[in-house]
């Protein structure tokens, strides 16, 4: 168990009807996320995925795609979350780079040469069907045991690098984050920030941590009031 499990715990059983992540047509309580994110994990444990593997994350952000990064919080799997934007040579740097395990997301290209595809089990929107592909080829791949987070800035060279997040820097990146803004106890954040990014995905940790809400709009916002 880790801080974020041990939050998602509480929260499911003090605020269990609460909103936890909510967009425009998906919502889940904490109650409903702590039970997903259980049946998720249990999907990816099923098919051979184990703790310290990288979890690649392609998939609009919405409520649901950040159920699958609380997910990967929670099981001591290592994420690294990338937009439906990103291009396939893009995606190919990338996996080069980071060398997942597994990637899930809707479609990926052939090139990525998945030995298992599975379609995952979760309450999703119609036109979204969230799968689980496979990669065996990095699976000996081995990780720092205290690795929790990757981060794939392009910084000024337009290289993607995976930047790796250790588990105490993640909890004092957030708990810096609640002592910088005041945050306090049921917060209600919103998002417009990709959860590749730092902030974005800040975002959603600081809302775990803190019981609140966070309101994902998925649509860039351009100016106050729109």
Known sequence: MNIWDEKII???QVKA???ALVDENLSFTYSELAATTDSLAAQLKRHGLKKNNRVLVVLPRT?????FLATLLRNHFVGLFLDTKTSANELFKI???VKPH???AADVPA???ASEVVDLSVRTTPFLQPRLFILRSTE???APENLTWLLGTSGSTGTIKAVMISAENLLARTQEEIADFQLSPGVHLLNCLPFSHDLGLNQLRTTLFLGG?????SKAVSRLGD
């Open 17 to 19: 009807n609460v909103p």
């Open 140 to 142: 000996d791949v081995v």
């Open 95 to 97: 996996i080069n780079t």
């Open 10 to 12: 509480a929260w499911a």
């Open 111 to 113: 090139e990525c040469h």
């Open 63 to 67: 409520a649901l795609s950040a159920v």
């Open 102 to 104: 597994a990637i899930i």
């Open 213 to 217: 809400t966070l309101q994902i709009k």
